[in-house]
């Protein structure tokens, strides 16, 4: 499994648009990126998955650059609603033992 | 709906008492797992299974035991708790597939060993 390096936390105003970064410099060939988001006293919840370039979904973007040593997801136009913890994942695809490490907490400020 | 619930979602009780935890999804889902998640530390994977009958242990098994006799239960046994023990705890579920691995996960299960 390869390790993820992501912010401790990020703060951000209503509206804005958030981009969180995670590093993953020893990514496999055969890895795809997830990202899981967790509210407080809840199970986290699938957001979006990739493995380059970039993907879409009603929820978020993912940007996956060609060395994909790196990705970035991207939340448009946050609400207070979105304040949670983002986890960046990076396994084979169809692995299950999921490595969620610490998380980004991020704190959306009215 | 599809879900996965777990029971009880709040517990407390002494060490060494023995306990259980149940997990049911029904998504007709091969694969199940059990989390732990402490403060600082993140969701560490605690056991596995891939199908019926078939476990294997995640990254903390220690001090826990599981069973998969049928397909959507996947209950987590804790022989004789400890204060270390003490976590929120959640069972997940996901079809095996070659493509993706979207989990699905419980509600949690708060648990507080004396």
């Known amino acids: 499994l390869a390790k993820t390096t992501q912010p401790i936390s990020m703060d951000s105003y209503e509206g804005q648009e958030v981009n969180i970064t995670c590093s993953h410099n020893?990514?496999?060939?055969?890895?795809?990126i997830t990202w899981y988001q967790q509210f407080p006293s809840q199970g986290p919840r699938f957001i979006i998955q990739?493995?380059?370039t970039k993907v879409t979904n009603e929820v978020a973007s993912l940007f996956i650059p060609a060395d994909r040593k790196s990705s970035t997801l991207s939340l448009p136009r946050v609400s207070l609603s979105d304040t949670a913890v983002y986890y960046c994942?990076?396994?084979?695809?169809?692995?299950?033992?999921?490595?969620f490490g610490t998380g980004t907490r991020l704190t959306v400020i009215p | 709906e599809a879900q996965v619930t777990q029971n009880p979602r709040y517990l407390i009780t002494v060490t060494g008492k023995k306990l259980t935890v149940t997990c049911s999804q029904n998504?007709?889902?091969?694969?199940m797992s059990w989390y732990r998640q402490d403060p600082g530390l993140g969701l560490r994977q605690i056991y596995y299974?891939?199908?019926?009958?078939?476990?294997d242990k995640g990254d903390v098994p220690e001090g826990y035991k599981v069973s998969r006799k049928e397909k959507r239960n996947f209950p987590l046994i804790l022989e004789s708790p400890s204060p270390n023990q003490t976590s929120l705890y959640f069972c997940?579920?996901?079809?095996?597939?070659?493509?993706?691995?979207?989990?699905?996960f419980g509600p949690g299960t708060r648990l507080t060993v004396l």
């Open positions: 997940a579920s996901s079809k095996q597939s070659t493509i993706y691995n979207e989990q699905f």
């Open positions: 020893n990514i496999a060939t055969n890895d795809y």
């Open positions: 990739g493995y380059k």
């Open positions: 994942l990076v396994g084979e695809a169809g692995a299950n033992n999921l490595f």
């Open positions: 998504m007709n889902h091969e694969y």
């Open positions: 299974s891939m199908n019926v009958e078939v476990t």
